[in-house]
């Protein structure tokens, strides 16, 4: 099994990117999943606020990589030649991966500049949508706390999403299927 991950700031194109692999059949991962959870789990509301706090809590309690220790075992269930993992938000996440997976672990840093992410987020309908360009920011802000920064650096592959979305679909697209394709073959 190859495990692909993907890395980025908020409204960069992780998410798309999740959708193109689901819809090729590929299983996802979505590390947030374990922190909703989490949240839920806690009896707190599902907004940005509540579940940012809650990852910085379990980070703070179970260390940097704690939400990707959480999410290795979901991984390991999976019977498939390729997984999408998708919100990486630290290097320590990156080094658990790699020490679990090893070569088989593969990060894409998908890399979009801070106005166009901002207009795409205004655009979007999610319930963890910032309210403002201040909020915006300070969530950056936040997750390079967590070294998301650092953790694009650390990137296999980068995809740059500046142009149309069809654009980054089809890239995506193919990234996905080299990968199939070589882990079908050896």
């Known amino acids: 099994m190859r495990i692909l991950a993907f890395v980025g700031y908020q409204a960069s194109g992780k998410s798309e990117a999740s959708k193109v692999a689901r819809s090729m059949g590929i299983s996802v991962v979505m590390m947030g999943d ?20 809650v990852a910085k809590d379990l980070r703070a309690k179970e260390g940097m990589d704690a939400i990707a220790k959480r999410c290795v075992p979901r991984i390991e269930k999976i019977s498939a030649s390729l997984v999408v993992v998708d919100g990486i ?3 320590a996440e990156v080094e658990r991966f790699r020490q679990v997976f090893g070569d088989k672990f593969i990060l894409v840093s998908v890399e979009c500049p801070e106005n166009i992410r901002y207009e795409r987020m205004l655009g979007r309908k999610r319930s963890d949508a ?6 915006f920011k300070m969530r950056d802000e936040r997750e390079n ?10 990137a296999d592959v980068v995809i740059k999403n500046t142009g149309s979305i069809e654009d ?6 193919e990234l996905l299927a080299v ?8």
């Open 34 to 53: 374990v922190v909703r959870e989490e949240t839920e789990k806690r009896g707190l509301p599902q907004d940005d606020e509540h579940v940012g706090e």
């Open 89 to 91: 938000r630290g290097s």
């Open 130 to 135: 910032a309210p403002d360009e201040k909020f």
């Open 145 to 154: 706390k967590f070294g998301l920064g650092d953790a694009m650096k650390m």
């Open 168 to 173: 980054f679909r089809d890239r995506i697209k």
């Open 179 to 186: 990968n199939q394709k070589q882990r079908r073959g050896g």
